[in-house]
């Protein structure tokens, strides 16, 4: 059973930097692609980061690019360093693990994480 587990939100101030993680269990994570996904209150979940399983590849949301950085290792954990965070980074946070078999696509979600920026 797929178990993904975040962790690493809290309350930052504008300018600062927080490290999200998260835990990935119950599969093979070398075979899964993983993304960050965030939804702030009111507004549609949006895709944040990926990796690819294959290669490393990342793709940033333009909103981010140049401020987060995403990256996963060999302990099956991904990685999530946001920093110059802005008061619009403030969401929920969720770890997603995306494989396909044939035509179709599996994904799994975290429970999220929050993260909030102010002064």
């Known amino acids: 059973q797929v178990q993904l587990v975040e962790s690493g939100g809290g309350l930052v101030q504008p300018g600062g930097s927080l490290r999200l993680s998260c835990a990935a269990s119950g599969f093979i994570f070398s075979n899964y692609d993983m993304s960050w996904y965030r939804q702030a209150p009111g507004k549609e979940r949006e895709l944040v980061a990926s990796i690819s399983s294959v290669g490393g590849v990342t793709n940033y949301a333009d909103s981010v690019k140049g401020r987060f950085t995403i990256s996963r290792d060999n302990a099956n954990t991904v990685y999530l360093q946001m920093n110059s965070l802005k008061p619009e980074d403030t969401a929920v946070y969720y770890c997603?693990?995306?494989?396909?078999?044939?035509?179709?696509?599996?994904?799994?979600w975290g429970q999220g994480t929050q993260v909030t920026v102010s002064s």
């Open positions: 997603n693990a995306r494989t396909r078999r044939l035509v179709t696509v599996y994904d799994s």
